[in-house]
C-alpha cells in the first residue's frame, strides 16, 4: 500500500471496519489517470477541511465540560454575545478554506472534464445503454460487443454514448467518471487506464427493473493482445442483426457483433427517432 | 358514463384482490401494509365513536384557525407519514441485506415503489409538515402576535398538505405509486415507459402538497412583516424567527418551478405535449432544471428552521445570550440567497462544459462559509454558560459532530471531480441522510421537546426522551455510515440487490441502524403516552419550564388561547429574559381589552377534502368527477367571500380572568434553579439567576 493509499484506507476501516479497506472498488482505488487524480482531489479537500473540523472537535468537548451546569470551572458570562475578535477568525478562516478549495476546485474541474481528450488518437467507441445491456461499438474496427468494452491499455478511449429510452448514466469507476447517457443526445466520456486489467463498470440510474443487471466488463488489453482479441472476436462474430436490441432484450443475443450497419448509433442518437407521436 | 366519474378504477387495482390473484410473498406484502392501513382507519373511527370525540374534534381542532392548533396538528400528521415511510426504510434494507441469496422480499417494481414513497413522503410530508408546525406554533408567538395574517389560509395550507398526504395513502390500497423516484425524471416517468396511475399519484400529491406551502412561505412572511409587536424590530426577532423568514421566502420562490414541472409533466403525459419529450422539440434536461431550481432551495427550506431551533436550544440550555446574533442573521440571510445559485449541482455529470460545472460547485461550496460560522457560532454560544444536557441539547451536540461530517461530504460532493465518481451513488444517499437526520429530523424532535410544554401544559418525560436519543442516534450512524463506504465503493443508490457478497455485512449494518431508527421511533411514542399519564407531576401551569429567553415562554402553559393578555414589551433579542430580569414578566395589567380572534371555519376542511378528491379523480382519469370536485373548490373559495363575519370577540373581563388565574398559577409556584428542572417542582417558574 503507498502512503497515500492510507487515509482513505483507515477512512473506510474506521467508517465500515476491516472488509472495506480490504475491497479493491471504486476511485479510491484509482486504476487509471482521471480516478487517480480525483482520489487526490478528494483526499486533499479532507485535509483543507480539517483546518475548520478539527477545532470544533476539540474545543467541544472543552466546552461542555468545562462550562457544564453542575461543577463546571468556567466563568459564567450570561450576556456574553459578540466578541469581534472570534467573529473575525470565524468568518476568515472559512473564507481563506473556501477560497484556497475554490481555486482547486476550478483547475480540477477544468483539466478532468469529461469531454477533454485523454491523449492522442483515442480509441473511439459508442455506447449505446438500453434495457439491462450496453453496446459498444467500435467503428474502425468494425465491431459491437456486448456488455463488454475492449480496451487498449497503451491507448486512450473516447466514448460516444446514448440511451435507447430512458436516462442512465455511464461510469466505470477505477477508471474515470461518469456521464449521463441520455434518449436522442450524445454525450461523451474519455476513459484510460494505467495498466492491464478488469474494471467494473455499470449504469448509476435508475433505470427501471432491470438497473441492478446494468452492468459491463471493461477489459483493458496490453496492445498486441488487444489487437488479437478484435481479430478473434471479429472472426467469431455473425453480422449485427437490425433488431438486435429486442433479440438482447429477450435473452437471445450474442457476446459480439460485426457492425455492418455503421450508422446505428447515429440513428439511435437522433433526436427525431424519440417519442415523436404516440 | 361510469367511466366519465370512475375513470380508469377497476377491482383488480385494489391491493387485496392483486393478492387474492397471486398470493406471493410481495402481494402479500403490499396487502399487508394496505391492510395495516385500513385497519388504522377503521381503530381511530371506532375510536373517535366510542369514546364521543368526534365533536371535540371537529370543534376544536379540524375547524379551529388558531395558528397553535394548526401547528399541532401538522405535527401529528408529520409523525403518522413518519411511521410509514421509516418502516419503508426497513424493509428496503431488509430486501438489499437478502436479496442476493434468494430473490429479497418484494418485486424489484414494488422495491422502486418504496423507495419513491419513501422520499416523496419523507421530504413533502414529514419534513415540511414538522417544520411548518414547528413554525406555525413558535413563530407568532416569538413575535408577540395573537395569530399569523391569514388564519384560514393557514389552516388550508395545512389541509392541502394532508390531502397530498391523504393521496399518498390511498396509493397503497388503490393502484400503485410511481417507480420513478421522487424526483420523477422524464422520460422514465413520461407516458411511454410509466403508463399507469403511479407518476400521477407523485404529480397530484406534489402538486398539493407545493401550493400549501407556497401559501404557508406568504403567509409567514406577511405575518413576520406586518404582525411583530411594538418593539420587536427585525433585530430584535428571535434567530428562529429569521430562519422562518428566509425558509417563507425560500417557499414563495422555490415552490413554484416544482408546481410547474409536475404540471407540464402531467401534460407531456395525458395531453400530448412534449416539453420533456426529446424529439419533439422538448428536452428531458428542462424538467432536471426546474425540479431542482425548486429542489435545492428545498434542501435549506429543510435545514433553515432546523438551524433556528438549534439556535434557541444552545441558547436556552446554556443559560445565556446567543453568540453572534448579527452573524447568525447574516449567514441564514447569506445561505438564503445563495441557495437559488446552486441547483446545477444535481446533474454536474448531464454533459454540460467543465466551466459551467466549476462555477457552479464554488458558488456550492460558498454556502459552507455561513454554514461553517453558524456552527462556532453555536460552539460559542455555550462558552462562558452554564450548559446542561437535556434532550434537546444532547441532540443539539450530536448534530453538531455529525454535522461537520455531513458539511465536509457536502464540500466533497460540490467538487464536480468527485461528485463525477459518487454521484447516484450510496455515497450521496449517505450524505443528504446526514443533514437530514441529524440535521432536520433531530432539531425537529428537540423542538418538541422543548416547545412541548408551552402546547400541553406539561414537559415530556425526560428518560423516555433519553431513550429516543440513545436509540436514534447510534441508529443513524449504523445506518448510514457503511453508505459512505458503499458508494465509494461503486454502490448505486436504488439498487434493489446487490450482487456483490461483500456488501452483505454493511447491508445488515444498515439495516440494524433503520431498525434502531425505527424503535426510537418508538420510544417517542411510548414517551408521549407516559407524560400524558403523569402529565400532573410534569405540569408547568407557570409557563416557563426552561428559563426561556424569548417572548412565547411569557404566559401561561398551554398558551391562551389569544396569546397575550396585552401587549408585550420588547427591548432586547431575548425579551423575556429582559422581562424577567426588570420583574416585569409576571406583572399585573391595569387595564384589559376586548380581543379580536378567527371564528372557526369548516372551509380550510372541505376544501381539503375537495382538492384532495379532485387529484385522485385525476390520477385515475375520472374526468367529470376531477371537474366537479375542482369547481367545488372555488365555489367554496367564493363563498366564504360573502361571509363577512369571521371574527369573534373574546371579552375584556374574560381575558382578565384567564390572566389572572395564570397569575395565580405563577404565585403558587416555587421558582426552580436549573438544577432542579427536571423534578416535580419545576412548575414553570426559573429561580432569578445569580
Same mark, same amino acid.
Given at each position: ?73 468556567? &466563568? ?21 478554506? !473556501? ?16 469531454? &477533454? ?28 460487443? !456486448? ?132 | ?74 405535527? $401529528? ?11 419503508? $426504510? ?50 407568532? =408567538? ?11 389560509? %393557514?389552516?388550508?395550507? =395545512? ?7 391523504? /393521496? ?41 402538497? +407545493? ?11 406577511? @405575518? ?23 425558509? #417563507? ?30 424529439? +419533439? ?7 432536471? %432544471? ?24 444552545? +441558547? ?22 445563495? #441557495? ?13 462544459? $467543465? %466551466? ?14 455561513? @454554514? ?6 453555536? /460552539? ?8 446542561? =444536557? ?35 451513488? /450510496? ?6 441522510? %446526514? ?71 454493511? /447491508? ?41 429567553? +424569548? ?7 398551554? $398558551? ?16 423575556? @429574559? ?62 366564504? #367571500? ?49
Amino acid at each position: 500500500m503507498t502512503p497515500d493509499r492510507i487515509l482513505p484506507t483507515c477512512l473506510l476501516f474506521f467508517a465500515v471496519g476491516a472488509p472495506a479497506a480490504a475491497q479493491e472498488q471504486g476511485f479510491l482505488w484509482a486504476a487509471g489517470p482521471v480516478a487517480e487524480a480525483q482520489r487526490a482531489h478528494f483526499v486533499s479537500i479532507l485535509w483543507w477541511m480539517a483546518v475548520v473540523t478539527v477545532p470544533l472537535l476539540i474545543g467541544l468537548p472543552l466546552i461542555l465540560w468545562r462550562y457544564r451546569l453542575n461543577g463546571g470551572g468556567g &466563568r459564567y458570562r450570561r450576556d456574553w454575545g459578540a466578541s469581534p475578535l472570534a467573529e473575525v477568525a470565524i468568518w476568515s478562516v472559512p473564507v481563506v478554506v !473556501v477560497g484556497f478549495l475554490a481555486w482547486n476546485l476550478w483547475h480540477a474541474t477544468l483539466s478532468l472534464d469529461p469531454y &477533454r481528450p485523454l491523449g492522442p488518437d483515442p480509441l473511439e467507441v459508442q455506447a449505446i445503454a438500453a434495457e439491462g445491456h450496453f453496446l459498444f461499438l467500435y467503428p474502425d474496427e468494425g465491431i459491437v460487443t !456486448v456488455d463488454r468494452l475492449l480496451l487498449d491499455a497503451d491507448r486512450t478511449a473516447r466514448l460516444k454514448l446514448t440511451s435507447v429510452d430512458v436516462l442512465r448514466s455511464v461510469m466505470v469507476p477505477r477508471l474515470a467518471g461518469q456521464i449521463y447517457a441520455m434518449p436522442g443526445m450524445t454525450t461523451e466520456l474519455n476513459l484510460a487506464a494505467f495498466a492491464p486489467g478488469t474494471y467494473a463498470g455499470l449504469n448509476t440510474q435508475y433505470s427501471g427493473p432491470l438497473f441492478p443487471e446494468e452492468r459491463f466488463e471493461t477489459e483493458a488489453l496490453p496492445e498486441t493482445n488487444w489487437h488479437a482479441r478484435i481479430e478473434a472476436t471479429r472472426d467469431g462474430a455473425g453480422p449485427l442483426p437490425p433488431d438486435v436490441l429486442q433479440r438482447i432484450a429477450m435473452g437471445d443475443g450474442a457476446e459480439a457483433y460485426l457492425a455492418a450497419d455503421a450508422d446505428l448509433f447515429a440513428r439511435i442518437a437522433a433526436p427525431s427517432s424519440h417519442g415523436a407521436h404516440r | 358514463m361510469i367511466g366519465l366519474f370512475l375513470g380508469t378504477l377497476r377491482w383488480d387495482d385494489v391491493t387485496f384482490v392483486e393478492f387474492w390473484r397471486t398470493p406471493d410473498l410481495n402481494n402479500a406484502i403490499a396487502a399487508a401494509a394496505a391492510g395495516l392501513l385500513v385497519l388504522g382507519v377503521v381503530a381511530t373511527l371506532i375510536l373517535l365513536t366510542v369514546r364521543g370525540w368526534w365533536r371535540p374534534l371537529w370543534r376544536d381542532w379540524l375547524t379551529s384557525l388558531d395558528h397553535k392548533k394548526i401547528g399541532i396538528m401538522y405535527v $401529528a400528521l408529520a409523525l403518522v407519514m413518519f411511521a410509514r415511510a421509516v418502516a419503508e $426504510a426497513n424493509v428496503m434494507r431488509a430486501h438489499q441485506a437478502t436479496a442476493a441469496l434468494d430473490a429479497g422480499l418484494v418485486a424489484p417494481d414494488h422495491f422502486a415503489e418504496l423507495f419513491s414513497t419513501h422520499g416523496t413522503i419523507m421530504i413533502f410530508l414529514v419534513a415540511m409538515p414538522l417544520l411548518t408546525g414547528i413554525m406555525n406554533f413558535v413563530m407568532p =408567538l416569538q413575535i408577540g402576535a395573537r395569530d399569523v395574517s391569514f388564519p384560514l389560509l %393557514n389552516a388550508i395550507s =395545512l389541509m392541502l398538505t394532508a390531502a397530498a398526504a391523504g /393521496l399518498v395513502m390511498v396509493s397503497l390500497v388503490l393502484g400503485h405509486f410511481s417507480t420513478g423516484g421522487w424526483s420523477g425524471y422524464p422520460p422514465y416517468t413520461g407516458a411511454d415507459i410509466s403508463p399507469g396511475e403511479g407518476p400521477d399519484y407523485w404529480i397530484w400529491a406534489l402538486t398539493l402538497s +407545493s401550493i400549501g406551502s407556497t401559501l404557508t412561505g406568504m403567509n409567514f412572511a406577511v @405575518t413576520l412583516y406586518k404582525r411583530r409587536v411594538q418593539g420587536m424590530h427585525l433585530f430584535r426577532m428571535p434567530l428562529f424567527c429569521w430562519t422562518v423568514l428566509c425558509t #417563507s421566502i425560500l417557499m414563495i420562490f422555490a415552490m413554484a418551478p416544482l408546481t410547474l414541472a409536475t404540471l407540464m409533466l402531467w401534460l407531456d403525459r395525458h395531453a400530448g405535449f412534449h416539453f420533456f419529450t426529446v424529439g +419533439s422539440g422538448g428536452d428531458m434536461m428542462n424538467f432536471a %432544471n426546474l425540479f431542482w431550481l425548486f429542489g435545492h432551495p428545498e434542501v435549506y427550506i429543510l435545514i433553515l428552521p432546523a438551524f433556528g431551533v438549534w439556535s434557541e436550544v444552545f +441558547s436556552t440550555f446554556s443559560g445565556k445570550r446567543l453568540f453572534g446574533y448579527l452573524s447568525l442573521v447574516y449567514a441564514t440571510m447569506a445561505i438564503a440567497v445563495l #441557495s437559488f445559485t446552486v441547483w446545477l449541482h444535481h446533474f454536474f455529470t448531464m454533459g454540460q462544459s $467543465a %466551466n459551467v460545472n466549476a462555477a457552479f460547485g464554488i458558488a456550492t461550496m460558498l454556502i459552507g462559509v455561513p @454554514t461553517g460560522v453558524k456552527v462556532y457560532d453555536w /460552539l460559542l454560544t455555550m462558552m462562558f454558560g452554564r450548559v446542561r =444536557l437535556r434532550v434537546p441539547m444532547l441532540f443539539a451536540n450530536y448534530f453538531l459532530v455529525t454535522f461537520l461530517l455531513g458539511g465536509v461530504t457536502g464540500v466533497l460532493l460540490a467538487n464536480p471531480t468527485v461528485d463525477y465518481g459518487v454521484h447516484n451513488s /450510496l455515497f450521496l444517499v449517505a450524505h443528504f441522510h %446526514n443533514m437530514l437526520i441529524p440535521g432536520t429530523l433531530f432539531a425537529m424532535l428537540a423542538a418538541i421537546h422543548l416547545w412541548f410544554p408551552k402546547a400541553f401544559g406539561f414537559r415530556l418525560h425526560e428518560g423516555w426522551g433519553r431513550a429516543v436519543f440513545w436509540l436514534m442516534a447510534p441508529g443513524f450512524l449504523l445506518a448510514f455510515m457503511p453508505l459512505y463506504a458503499m458508494g465509494m465503493m461503486g454502490g448505486m443508490r436504488r439498487t434493489a440487490y446487490f450482487s456483490d457478497p461483500l456488501f452483505r455485512p454493511w /447491508l445488515w449494518a444498515a439495516e440494524a441502524g433503520a431498525v434502531l431508527i425505527l424503535a426510537g421511533f418508538a420510544a417517542l411514542v411510548v414517551q408521549i403516552v407516559v407524560s400524558v399519564r403523569r402529565r400532573d407531576a410534569l405540569a408547568v401551569p407557570a409557563g416557563d419550564p426552561w428559563d426561556g429567553r +424569548s417572548l412565547e415562554w411569557l404566559g401561561p402553559a398551554p $398558551a391562551f388561547e389569544f396569546n397575550f393578555a396585552g401587549e408585550p414589551k420588547v427591548e432586547d433579542v431575548d425579551a423575556f @429574559t429582559a422581562l424577567k430580569a426588570q420583574g416585569e414578566a409576571y406583572r399585573r395589567q391595569e387595564t384589559y381589552e376586548d380581543i379580536e380572534m378567527p371564528r372557526n371555519s369548516a372551509v380550510p376542511v372541505v376544501i381539503g377534502a375537495l382538492a384532495g378528491l379532485a387529484a385522485f379523480a385525476m390520477v385515475w382519469q375520472a374526468w367529470a368527477t376531477a371537474a366537479l370536485a375542482f369547481a367545488g373548490v372555488w365555489a367554496v373559495v367564493i363563498g366564504r #367571500s360573502f361571509v363577512r363575519d369571521t371574527e369573534r370577540t373574546i371579552p375584556a373581563a374574560e381575558v382578565e380572568a384567564a390572566h389572572r388565574a395564570w397569575l395565580a398559577d405563577v404565585a403558587a409556584a416555587t421558582p426552580v434553579h436549573r438544577r432542579d428542572e427536571l423534578t416535580p417542582e419545576n412548575r414553570g417558574l426559573a429561580e432569578e439567576p445569580l
